[in-house]
């Protein structure tokens, strides 16, 4: 069983930067990707970023978003900047399986573990 507890959600207005964490227990988190998801309200959830050997980004963040990892933590992190009102949602971070495959080959369904979700709110 791995444990995903996101964290870092919050207020903020538009043009700000706030910075999500992830912490992981329960299994080698070194040994296998992370993604961030979120989901906005009546919107479906959608992919945001992910990290295994290299990174990967949803076009309406890339350039502003940033997704690291700290494998001694065992805690991911999603870095926002220049936050628009468009990017109100839950985030989400996943742990992926052992058969994930890259985007935009892979989807949620490459994901095993979820977290709880944080809010983030940008205000305009």
């Known amino acids: 069983q791995v444990l995903l507890v996101e964290s870092g959600g919050g207020l903020v207005q538009a043009g700000g930067s706030l910075r999500l964490s992830c912490a992981a227990s329960g299994r080698i988190f070194s040994s296998y990707p992370m993604g961030w998801f979120r989901q906005a309200p009546g919107k479906e959830r959608e992919f945001i970023a992910a990290?295994?050997?290299?990174?990967y980004y949803a076009d309406s963040v890339k350039g502003r978003f940033t997704i690291s990892r700290d494998n001694i933590k065992n805690t991911v992190y999603l870095q926002m900047d220049s936050l628009k009102p468009e990017d109100t949602a839950v985030y989400y971070c996943a742990a992926g399986r052992a058969t994930w495959r890259p985007p935009p080959l892979g989807g949620e369904r490459d994901y095993e573990y979820w977290g709880q979700g944080t809010q983030v709110t940008v205000s305009s």
């Open positions: 990290i295994s050997l290299r990174t």
